[in-house]
C-alpha cells in the first residue's frame, strides 16, 4: 500500500513539475514599439527557454493589414570584463518618447533632413544584478538600437565584444562584402551566408527579405572615441550574423572599446523598406550628432582633378600638377588633388609653387598624407597626422599657403584608437577650415553631420584598382550597379570615377556608363580619375555636362534598379534635375521609365550610348504625365539626363 501511495506522490509531483515547466517556457516579458507611419514594429520580448532564457528583439513590417516578419529571434547582450550580459533578463521598458528634429546637410544625397522616430529604453539585467540598457528607435525607414552601461564601478571598464546577434532566415539574398580593413571588396550574391575564405563580413550588408518586398541594409553608426567599429560573423551558423568587435593589432593591444562608465556604445542601424527607401535613407546621419562646427561657409563641395590614376604615381612632377591645375580651370571644377609625393616635387617646382599656379587660375588646392599608423604604408609624406601636435604644426602651415584641403590615407583598422584619431583629425581640421576626404579608411559613420568638413571617404572597391589588378576590368559594370544601393547608402563615397582611357588594366564599361557615375555615385567631393587629353577629347555634350554636374545634392530619388544588374537614380540642385542611369550586365538594354515627379512637358536632355561603346548620341524628349521616357543601353552601357 505503501509502494502505491509513494508513486502516485511521485506522479503528482511530477505532474505539478511539468505545469510549472510548461507556465515558465510559455511565459514571457514582451514590449513593442512602432514607427510613426505604424509600418514598422519592433517587439523587445523575454525568451522563454528553461534552465535560462535572454531578452531578444523582433521586426516585423506591415504588408496590407498585417505585421509580417522580417528578422526574429535576434539576441541582445555585452560581455565587459567586469560583467557578463550574456542570457539577460529583460526587467522593464520604459515610456516612448518621440524624436523629431529637423536639420541642415552640407554633404550627402538630401540639404535637408528629418530625425523622426519612436524611441523606448529597455533595462536589461545579469544574474549578478548589474543593468545594462538598450534603446531602440523606430523610424519609418528603419530601426536602431544602441547599448548604455551605467556607471556602477569608478574603474575603466573593458567592452570586449557583443552578443548582438541578427538571425535571418535561411535562404535569404544577401549582398555583402568579405571584411577588409580597407572595405575594398566586392558585394558578391549569395543565399547561403558561406564565404569563400572566412566568415567576417563588413557593413553595410544588403538583404531582401523572403517572399516579401521588404530590403533592409544593416550598418552603424555614430561611433565616438569610446568606440571600436564592429564587423559582422556568421562562424557558427551561416545564417546568424553576430556583430563582432575587431581583434587586437601589432601597434594597438586592446580587444573592444576601454571606457569609463558610463559608457554608450554606437548606434546599431537597419534601414528597412522598399529598395527606393533604402537607397533614399538618411538613417545613418539621422542617427548621428549634430554639428560641432558653427561657422561652415567655408566648406564647399565641388570636383576635383586627380593626379594619381593615369600614372600609378603621385604628384611629385610639378608640370604634371600643373597640367592638372589646368584641367580644373579648363572644366570649371573647384579643386586639383596634388597626391603623395609631393614633398619631393620637383621639375620646376616645389608644393608651394603649385600651390600659388592653382591660386593664379582660381583653383583651389587639396593635398595628400600618409596617416603614419601602418607598419607597411611607407608613402610620404608620413608622419605628419598621428599626434595633435604634428596635425597643428602641418595645418597652420596649410592654413598659411592656402591649401583648402587634406586627404588622409592607409588607417591602420577599425579599433578603438581609429575611431579617435578619425575624430580628431576632423575636430583639428575643422579649427584650421581644411576639408577632409579619408582614404584606405573605414566606411562612413555618420560623422558628416557631425562634422560637415568631411566631404567624402574611399572604402570602396573603385577606380583606383584599374591600376592594381584586371579584376575589376570585368566586375565593374556589376559592382557599379551594387554600389548605389550598399555602400554609397551610407554616405559619400570616393570612388575616383569617370574614366575614358585606360591606366594599367583596361575598363570594357561604355563612356556612356563612365559618364553616369558622375550622377549615380554621390560625393561631395568628386574626384575625377583620368587625364586631362580624356577629357579634352570628349564631345562637346558630355564634356559640358561634366563642367556643371554638381557633387552634392539637395534631393534623391531611386527611379528603378535591382543590385547587380541595373541602377537608375535623379538627383536634384536647386530646380536642376540630373538623371544616371548604369546597365551591369553584358546584353543591351532598353531602360523605360517615368519622370512624373517633374513637371510636364518640360525637356529631358539624355547623353547616352552611342554606336560602340566609344561614342555618345544626344537626344530630347519631353516628359507626358504617365508616359515611359526609352534609352538604349549598351552592354555594361548608362545614360546621363538634364531635365531643363
Known sequence: MRTIFTSLFIIICLLCLNGNYAAYSQTKKAYQLTSPDGNIKVAVEQAAVVPKGSAIFNIYYKTGVKYMPVI???????????????DVNLKQA???????????MITGKRKFCTNAANERSFTLTNFAGKTLNVIFRVYNDGVTFRYQLPKWTDKPVNIKDEYTTYNVPPETARWIQTYDPSYERFFPFSTTGKGEKN????????????????????????????????RLTNEEKFNVYKVTYPEPRKSFQQQGDVSSLPWTSQWHTLIIGSLATVVQSTLVTDVSKPSKVKNTDWIVPGSASWIYWAYNHGSKDYKKVVEYTDLAKNMNWRYVLIDWEWDVMTNGGNLEDAVKYAQSKGVKPLIW???????????????????????????????????????VDFFAGDQQDMMKLYLDILQDAAQYQLMVDFHGATIPRGWA????????????????????????????????TTLPFTRNVIGSMDYTPVTFSNSQHPHITSYGHELALSVVFESALQNYADRPEAFYALPDAPRNFLKKVPSAWDETKLI?????????????????????????????????????FIKTGSTVSIIKDGNNDKSFETTLRQIVKGQDIEVKCLPRGGFVATVE
Open 94 to 104: 520604459g515610456p516612448v518618447n518621440r524624436i523629431n528634429e529637423k536639420y541642415e
Open 369 to 407: 598624407y600618409n596617416s603614419g599608423t601602418t607598419d607597411w604604408a611607407d608613402a610620404t609624406p608620413i608622419d605628419r597626422m598621428r599626434t595633435r601636435d604634428m596635425r597643428i604644426k602641418e595645418f597652420e602651415w596649410l592654413k598659411k599657403i592656402g591649401v583648402y584641403g587634406i586627404k
Open 560 to 596: 528603378s534598379g535591382y543590385p547587380g544588374e541595373y541602377v537608375i537614380i535623379a538627383r536634384r540642385r536647386g530646380n536642376q534635375w540630373y538623371i544616371g542611369g548604369l546597365n551591369g550586365q553584358d546584353t543591351a538594354r532598353t531602360f523605360k521609365f517615368k519622370l512624373d
Open 72 to 86: 526574429l529571434n535576434n539576441n541582445l547582450g555585452l560581455s565587459t570584463d567586469q560583467a557578463e550580459f550574456k
Open 449 to 480: 553631420r557631425t562634422y560637415p568638413n568631411l566631404m567624402t571617404t574611399e572604402a570602396v572597391y573603385g577606380a583606383e584598382w584599374y591600376n592594381n589588378s584586371a579584376v575589376l576590368t570585368n566586375k565593374a559594370a556589376a559592382h557599379n
Open 199 to 230: 566568415q567576417q563580413w563588413a557593413y553595410p550588408a544588403l538583404f531582401k527579405a523572403n517572399d516579401l518586398p521588404v530590403w533592409y541594409l544593416i550598418s552603424e553608426a555614430d561611433n565616438s572615441e569610446v568606440n571600436c567599429a564592429a
